[in-house]
């Protein structure tokens, strides 16, 4: 059974940081891309990044600049470090993978998500 399992979310203040981590388990997930979705309350989903199983990385537009994807495949985690946060940070993030770097289509695996939330 595959398993995406989150976390390092919690409460910060603005301008502050937060270290996200994804322990993904019942799968090789070395030859596949993961990433970050995340959903604000009355908000779609927006991509927040992504990275290839060769370490490509790509971000969505609010992101860039500020966060930074990474992952160890020896330890099947993914983190996402995120610096500068702002209230318009706050949301659900969910770890997700796609076989085979197909990151453009939709996740084939999700986590349940970790809250983030942004706030003095």
């Known amino acids: 059974q595959v398993q995406l399992v989150e976390s390092g979310?919690?409460?910060?203040?603005?301008?502050?940081?937060?270290?996200?981590s994804c322990v993904a388990s019942g799968r090789i997930f070395s030859n596949d891309a993961m990433g970050w979705y995340r959903q604000a309350p009355g908000k779609q989903r927006e991509l927040v990044a992504v990275i290839t199983s060769g370490g490509t990385t790509r971000y969505g537009g609010s992101a860039k600049g500020r966060f930074t994807i990474s992952r160890d495949d020896a330890e099947n985690t993914v983190y996402l470090q995120m610096n500068s946060?702002?209230?318009e940070d706050t949301a659900v993030y969910s770890c997700?993978?796609?076989e085979g770097d197909k990151w453009?289509?939709?996740?084939?695996?999700?986590?349940?998500?970790t809250q983030v939330t942004v706030s003095s």
């Open 96 to 98: 997700n993978s796609w």
């Open 9 to 20: 979310g919690g409460l910060v203040q603005p301008g502050g940081s937060l270290k996200l």
């Open 85 to 87: 946060l702002t209230p």
């Open 104 to 113: 453009y289509y939709s996740p084939q695996y999700w986590g349940q998500g």
